[in-house]
């Protein structure tokens, strides 16, 4: 971590590591945070991190992964648990939880030195899933502790958003449905997408029915005029044509991809 001495980056993707001895100084998006032994840290994507300064025994397990990977392994996982982690990114472990974060390190580190796995691309980003899903376990027990304020309340209504997505979003693409089954105006629902993930609406609603493809073409089998019918498009040009918008790929050329 010598390279981020005292020089701020922004990264591409996002990175996780553990610190196992010593301590430091990280800045995170232009504040500063103190990290110890038995510390996990979350940089989110495009975070700004630096190292500030480190004593002479500290050390970590660092792993890095590109955009992709990470909105791979963070599919379906709650939108206002990444906003939570984006401004608290580090977790310090009681002994009660160290035992499982130090051995989900141990196991991606022996993943990825074992270059010659046919399936290493794919044990990692289940090693990546499988971290994050225990880090939102660890903010869920802890979440009740906390007094809502006013980003509380809006990541409160941004997760019930994202819910209402997963559930409707295949039969319902317009904003006004979400707004009425939250009970708040399409003007608040876009000011809180836009202020806590930086899109709006729309583009959340999307976004996910350009994963949900995604997922389906990854399957060889399911006949493209079957996953137009499944997420409720007119034919299969007009998902085709969808999909091209976002992703700049053809439906066969992404299926040929996978």
């Avoid at 270059?115 to 899933?129: H, K, Y």
């Avoid at 994963?211 to 089998?221: D, P, V």
Wanted: charged fraction near 25%; hydrophobic fraction near 45%; charge should be positive.
């Amino acid at each position: 971590m010598r390279d981020f001495l005292n020089r701020p980056a922004r990264l591409e993707g996002g990175a996780l590591f553990f610190c196992t001895k010593g301590s430091a100084v990280l800045m995170i998006d232009t504040r500063e945070y103190e990290v110890a032994a038995n510390s996990e840290v979350f940089l989110m994507p495009h975070a700004v991190f630096m190292l500030v300064r480190a004593d002479a025994e500290f050390q970590t397990i660092f792993f890095s992964f590109s955009h992709a990977m990470f909105e791979n392994a963070a599919y379906r996982l709650d939108t206002a648990f990444f906003h939570y982690v984006k401004t608290m990114p580090i977790y310090s472990h009681s002994p009660r939880t160290i035992a499982l974060a130090r051995s989900m390190f141990e196991v991606l580190l022996a993943n990825y030195n074992d270059v010659g796995n046919v399936f290493r691309g794919e044990m990692l980003n289940n090693n990546l899933r499988n971290m994050l899903l225990n880090i939102s376990d660890k903010v869920r027990r802890n979440y009740a502790d906390l007094r809502l304020d006013e980003d509380d309340r809006k990541a409160e209504l941004l997760h019930r958003f994202v819910e209402l997505i997963t559930i409707h979003s295949q039969h319902h693409r317009d904003v006004a449905y979400y707004a009425d089954e939250l009970c708040i105006s399409k003007g608040y629902l876009a000011a809180v997408t836009r202020s806590m993930v930086g899109k709006t609406p729309k583009q959340l609603i999307d976004n996910w029915i350009v994963q949900e493809i995604k997922i389906l073409l990854t399957l060889s089998n399911v006949p493209l005029q079957t996953i137009a019918d499944r997420l409720n498009f007119p034919d299969q040009s007009y998902l085709g044509r969808f999909f091209k918008r976002y992703t700049g790929m053809s439906l066969t050329e992404y299926r040929r991809r996978k």
